[in-house]
């Protein structure tokens, strides 16, 4: 098949899974919340609904899930919760722990609906499977059997995959203990066709158990949770059960020798299941570090959502390349950056100007797209304007447009000014915080000759009959005349004002001061 090399990647993929011929394509993504969820696992979800709404947009049947897997054990504490209330917990499975806020049925269900609330923010609403449900509705009840029946063969794969030398007495099942609830402590050591034999050892690598011995039967139901296949086990009978055909990975688990290798061999020799489709995705790094959220490093999905807005957050995701790590960092320049990709890609969008771009723009904008392109504000610019006191941030914009703004540009405003608002208390450079300095900036003593004559010629031109647009064209004109470049010229006027050498529009900041207080500044510095 010939692709449009400028086609974007989920678009081609699905053309090629489309060559399948399925009845339909299960894409299907999951997640153990242990704790806040980083927001490096946002972007294995919007992997999978990229795939999922590529599918659907060439007319093959899709189905998109996202498993929640609320019965794993609590492995680990996050650095958020205390450890003399909540180390009792550890080993249990997180549905059966109780919720860190009132409101929610486990600890699990409480850091899952965070997450949920920050995917289905950023336009993605996978149908929720709940792992907990999985096995007490008894759908996991066959393949256990199917995997204890078959410990042999198992045995046989983390021997050659790991060198890893497992007795006869062992067999791929957690049980849950009945005495202590705990599920890391337990080792099955018997399976007789029915029951199986375990013992909560008081010895564990993070939890001690019990000491109990127990035998009893592997299988779930409505009332009683057995336990859990092991992880690695556990992945590719989940496939099997649920009925997926595409799920992509970490590159963690995907390279070789590692966890998905290991499903692979699960799948041709215990369970006949074929290999859902696979890919790799890249990290989400902070300052080029892997985000953990257990161990404070970094963001979880839900700060990084509220500090930036939805349609951006998922372009973030959508226009980086899916082996291509993502390195973000909120300060410095990086937000202001991405709202000027978004803007690009919504002109591609608009006028149809670039294939790919605008292709990006369509999967990340979460809003309904409207037929015409919006008025979008600089965010730079949005950025500069809101540290101006008094400043009319509506009719400045209205200004530059050139004409009434719509009620969705109006929205669009305000949702940029509370967002720039946000950046330039917590993450912008000191560089890009502008205010008029009162007092003459001590940054004045760096100005030549020529700028203070600059300045001086101002003093006699500048008028309170000018709008910003004609005052900026005045200064460009005065200072081409001039005997020194025109960028140092409007960086007198800047260092003047503000102390820095930039800042917004000068003739539209000179509007904002007040053109009688800059007459005066401006005669100041050039006698200096």
Same mark, same amino acid.
């Given at each position: 098949?010939?692709?449009?090399?400028?086609?974007?990647?989920?678009?081609?993929?699905?053309?090629?899974?489309?060559?399948?011929?399925?009845?339909?394509?299960?894409?299907?993504?999951?997640?153990?919340?242990?704790?806040?969820?980083?927001?490096?696992?946002?972007?294995?979800?919007?992997?999978?609904?990229?795939?999922?709404?590529?599918?659907?947009?060439?007319?093959?049947?899709?189905?998109?899930?996202? @498993?929640?897997?609320?019965?794993?054990?609590?492995?680990?504490?996050?650095?958020?919760?205390?450890?003399?209330?909540?180390?009792?917990?550890?080993?249990?499975?997180?549905?059966?722990?109780?919720?860190?806020?009132?409101?929610?049925?486990?600890?699990?269900?409480?850091?899952?609906?965070?997450?949920?609330?920050?995917?289905?923010?950023?336009?993605?609403?996978?149908?929720?499977?709940?792992?907990?449900?999985?096995?007490?509705?008894?759908?996991?009840?066959?393949?256990?059997?199917?995997?204890?029946?078959?410990?042999?063969?198992?045995?046989?794969?983390?021997?050659?995959?790991?060198?890893?030398?497992?007795?006869?007495?062992?067999?791929?099942?957690?049980?849950?203990?009945?005495?202590?609830?705990?599920?890391?402590?337990?080792?099955?050591?018997?399976?007789?066709?029915?029951?199986?034999?375990?013992?909560?050892?008081?010895?564990?690598?993070?939890?001690?158990?019990?000491?109990?011995?127990?035998?009893?039967?592997?299988?779930?139901?409505?009332?009683?949770?057995?336990?859990?296949?092991?992880w690695k086990v556990e992945w590719p009978a989940k496939?099997?059960?649920?009925?997926?055909?595409?799920?992509?990975?970490?590159?963690?688990?995907?390279?070789?020798?590692?966890?998905?290798?290991?499903?692979?061999?699960?799948?041709?020799?215990?369970?006949?299941?074929?290999?859902?489709?696979?890919?790799?995705?890249?990290?989400?790094?902070?300052?080029?570090?892997?985000?953990?959220?257990?161990?404070?490093?970094?963001?979880?999905?839900?700060? @990084?959502?509220?500090?930036?807005?939805?349609?951006?957050?998922?372009?973030?995701?959508?226009?980086?390349?899916?082996?291509?790590?993502?390195?973000?960092?909120?300060?410095?320049?990086?937000?202001?950056?991405?709202?000027?990709?978004?803007?690009?890609?919504?002109?591609?969008?608009?006028?149809?100007?670039?294939?790919?771009?605008?292709?990006?723009?369509?999967?990340?904008h979460v809003e309904k797209l409207g037929s015409k392109?919006?008025?979008?504000?600089?965010?730079?610019?949005?950025?500069?304007?809101?540290?101006?006191?008094?400043?009319?941030?509506?009719?400045?914009?209205?200004?530059?447009?050139?004409?009434?703004?719509?009620?969705?540009?109006?929205?669009?405003?305000?949702?940029?000014?509370?967002?720039?608002?946000?950046?330039?208390?917590?993450?912008?450079?000191?560089?890009?915080?502008?205010?008029?300095?009162?007092?003459?900036?001590?940054?004045?003593?760096?100005?030549?000759?020529?700028?203070?004559?600059?300045?001086?010629?101002?003093?006699?031109?500048?008028?309170?009959?000018?709008?910003?647009?004609?005052?900026?064209?005045?200064?460009?004109?005065?200072?081409?005349?001039?005997?020194?470049?025109?960028?140092?010229?409007?960086?007198?006027?800047?260092?003047?004002?503000?102390?820095?050498?930039?800042?917004?529009?000068?003739?539209?900041?000179?509007?904002?001061?007040?053109?009688?207080?800059?007459?005066?500044?401006?005669?100041?510095?050039?006698?200096?």
């Amino acid at each position: 098949m010939v692709y449009n090399s400028n086609m974007f990647w989920a678009d081609k993929l699905a053309l090629e899974l489309k060559e399948r011929k399925l009845a339909q394509e299960w894409v299907d993504d999951m997640k153990t919340p242990s704790g806040r969820i980083h927001v490096g696992s946002l972007r294995g979800v919007v992997i999978h609904d990229l795939i999922h709404q590529a599918l659907t947009d060439v007319g093959v049947k899709s189905k998109y899930t996202y @498993v929640i897997e609320d019965q794993d054990p609590l492995d680990k504490l996050p650095h958020y919760l205390d450890e003399k209330t909540w180390s009792k917990h550890l080993g249990k499975p997180l549905f059966k722990i109780p919720s860190p806020q009132e409101g929610y049925s486990s600890y699990g269900e409480y850091f899952a609906k965070e997450f949920e609330a920050v995917f289905n923010k950023v336009g993605s609403y996978p149908e929720i499977i709940w792992g907990r449900n999985l096995y007490l509705s008894g759908r996991m009840n066959d393949v256990v059997k199917e995997c204890l029946d078959k410990a042999d063969l198992i045995r046989g794969i983390y021997n050659e995959m790991y060198s890893k030398k497992l007795g006869t007495d062992w067999y791929p099942f957690n049980a849950i203990c009945s005495c202590c609830g705990k599920m890391v402590t337990t080792v099955v050591t018997n399976w007789n066709g029915k029951e199986i034999t375990f013992e909560c050892r008081k010895e564990g690598s993070y939890t001690s158990g019990c000491g109990n011995v127990e035998t009893k039967t592997p299988f779930s139901d409505n009332e009683h949770f057995a336990g859990k296949l092991p992880w690695k086990v556990e992945w590719p009978a989940k496939w099997k059960v649920i009925g997926i055909t595409v799920e992509g990975a970490g590159k963690d688990h995907m390279v070789k020798g590692g966890s998905h290798d290991f499903a692979k061999l699960m799948c041709e020799r215990v369970l006949d299941y074929p290999v859902p489709y696979s890919f790799i995705y890249e990290f989400f790094l902070l300052k080029g570090k892997k985000m953990s959220s257990s161990k404070g490093r970094g963001s979880s999905a839900k700060e @990084v959502a509220a500090v930036v807005p939805p349609s951006l957050l998922r372009l973030l995701m959508v226009r980086t390349k899916i082996k291509r790590p993502i390195d973000f960092d909120p300060a410095g320049m990086t937000i202001p950056d991405l709202y000027d990709e978004y803007d690009r890609c919504a002109l591609a969008y608009y006028d149809k100007s670039d294939e790919y771009l605008a292709r990006i723009f369509e999967l990340s904008h979460v809003e309904k797209l409207g037929s015409k392109l919006p008025y979008y504000p600089r965010f730079r610019d949005v950025a500069t304007y809101v540290q101006i006191p008094n400043l009319d941030l509506v009719g400045r914009f209205r200004e530059l447009k050139g004409s009434k703004l719509t009620e969705l540009e109006l929205e669009i405003l305000n949702e940029r000014v509370e967002y720039a608002r946000l950046w330039l208390k917590e993450y912008a450079p000191l560089k890009f915080v502008f205010a008029y300095q009162e007092e003459i900036p001590y940054e004045v003593t760096t100005l030549n000759k020529d700028q203070k004559e600059f300045l001086a010629q101002m003093v006699n031109k500048l008028s309170t009959n000018l709008n910003g647009e004609e005052l900026q064209t005045l200064l460009y004109e005065v200072a081409k005349a001039g005997n020194g470049p025109v960028s140092k010229a409007f960086g007198a006027v800047y260092i003047s004002l503000l102390g820095k050498s930039f800042g917004p529009r000068a003739g539209y900041l000179m509007l904002d001061i007040g053109i009688y207080k800059v007459k005066q500044r401006f005669a100041q510095v050039s006698r200096q």
